[in-house]
């Protein structure tokens, strides 16, 4: 069967085109394996019906992928200008597919990308990658599925459990939100330029409700406060937070590393309220 994509010029050619080296300073690494960035897209599920938002597509690799799978719409939101006119390129292929939103994507409210269902689908620019998903989680109510390619570092800390020494901060606010997929795992040299460590892709759906009940600026504070200083017990790195550990039913002894979702979740009630 025809592939509609091979009406498209070559990647690099894109890119010798638009003067598209990857920058550094934008954490950008660009994917040219169609067969990869096909495999990203399926793992994000059937999009038909499917507000897809990416972010950092670069000249685009993904987005043609994501564009051959069928959205209803895809929101591709990216900053650098040269990129952006790269992109263009794709509107004549897929028509009325395709919006290209120059923005910083960090400060992009996901709610003004089409209707709901909503889908986040990205190659993430490696030096915001956390905080473009805590950003997300913050939103979360309004996203579907978020399938994301991390450094494999920033993946072992989002599935970490407890008493692992990559748990932390990351991994309880995102588990408590929402179930994690791991996708699988790819090789640097798979990028352009390649990366220093590997990178791996992880499919977030958000849960129907948190794990337990807390409030989302309070999860952030007391997780925060607790592993800024990771290696003292809670009654020490807690203090500034006042708790009185013990009354709810914590070993004041133990450290954040060793303390399970639902139990940050009663440290965040204990402070519910306060400014």
Known sequence: MTDIRDQLPPLRDIIAKYNLGARKSLGQHFLFDQNLTDRIARAAGDLNEVSVIEVGPG?????????????????????DRRCIEALEELKPIFPGKLTIVSADALKFDISTSGDAPRRIVANLPYNISTALLINWLRQIESIDQ?????????????????????????????????DTRFEFHVDRQAFTPPPKIMSSVLTLKPRSEPLYAAKFEDMEKVTATAFGQRRKMLRSSLKPLDIDI?????????RA???????????????????
């Open 59 to 79: 000249p685009g690799g993904l987005t043609r992928s994501l564009l051959a799978h069928n959205p209803k719409h895809l929101f591709a939101i990216e900053r």
């Open 246 to 254: 013990a009354a709810i039913g914590i070993d004041p002894t133990a």
């Open 146 to 178: 978020m399938t994301l390619m991390f450094q494999k570092e920033v993946v072992d800390r989002i599935v970490a459990e407890p008493s692992n020494k990559t748990y932390g901060r990351l991994s309880i606010i995102t588990q408590w939100l929402c």
């Open 257 to 275: 590393e060793n303390l399970s979702i639902e139990e940050f979740c009663l440290l965040a009630q204990a402070i519910e309220g306060r400014n």
